[in-house]
């Protein structure tokens, strides 16, 4: 299985500062079409998943544009340029390479 | 709009089954594959398996074979998971979602106690 590995695990940041979660996977995420599969979700407190981002850098319609994800191969990374209070809950990144898909264990971002 | 609808939360002793259903709209239903990922409270997202309403095929997580089953009946555009043998550590919120993750289901809560 590929192994995700997020980190921080626990991020505390300022309101209107940036923040970024690290992921990375224990083997290369670019499948045989190509191109390389990497998801970022969000999850507010008692809320389901949300997909953020696809494909490594795709916005889902509706993200707000602070949010962006860069990275290849086996290095990934989530950004948000200026954390609102809205932003508050656990990040997650997933591999959709290869089953069984996997996830890394989260990283809560909370407000200082 | 797109959607997925879960059956409501579930009390179960040990050793007994589970079924919960996920019932899609908005959608092709045979187009998508299926996905179940359950959730322990306080924990991470752990992938289950998934499910092709078109062909009928399933794939399991290794953790869960023998266990698990996943089913679908396209009249009403339902797909269901089935867990059996159930025991403490499986009190979590379980979540069906579309092919690539990007819908979601509301969750369903399974609590196993005596």
């Known amino acids: 299985d590929i192994v995700m590995t997020q980190s921080p695990l626990s991020l505390p940041v300022t309101l209107g500062q940036p923040a970024s979660i690290s992921c990375r996977s224990s083997?290369?995420?670019?499948?045989?079409?190509?191109?390389?599969?990497l998801n970022w979700f969000q999850q507010r407190p008692g809320q389901s998943p949300r997909r953020l981002i696809y494909?490594?850098?795709n916005r889902e319609s509706g993200v707000p544009d602070r949010f962006s994800g860069s990275g290849s191969g086996t290095d990934f990374t989530l950004k948000i340029s200026r954390v609102e209070a809205e932003d508050v809950g656990v990040y997650f990144c997933?591999?959709?390479?290869?089953?069984?898909?996997?996830f890394g264990q989260g990283t809560k971002l909370e407000i200082k | 709009q797109v959607q997925l609808v879960q059956s409501g939360a579930e009390v179960k002793e040990p050793g007994a089954s589970v079924k919960v259903s996920c019932k899609a709209s908005?959608?092709?239903?045979?187009?998508?594959?299926m996905h179940w990922v359950r959730q322990a409270p306080g924990q991470g997202l752990e992938w289950m398996g998934i499910?092709?309403?078109?062909?009928?095929?399933?794939t399991y997580a290794q953790n869960f074979q023998g266990r698990v089953t996943m089913t679908w009946d396209t009249s009403t555009s339902t797909v269901y998971m089935e867990l059996s043998s159930l025991r403490s550590e499986d009190t979590a919120v379980y979540y069906c979602?579309?092919?690539?993750?990007?819908?979601w289901g509301q969750g369903t809560m399974v609590t196993v106690s005596s």
């Open positions: 997933m591999q959709p390479t290869r089953w069984p898909y996997t």
């Open positions: 908005g959608y092709s239903f045979t187009s998508y594959y």
């Open positions: 494909k490594v850098s």
């Open positions: 979602a579309r092919d690539g993750c990007d819908v």
């Open positions: 499910i092709n309403p078109s062909a009928g095929s399933t």
């Open positions: 083997q290369s995420l670019v499948y045989s079409d190509g191109n390389t599969y």
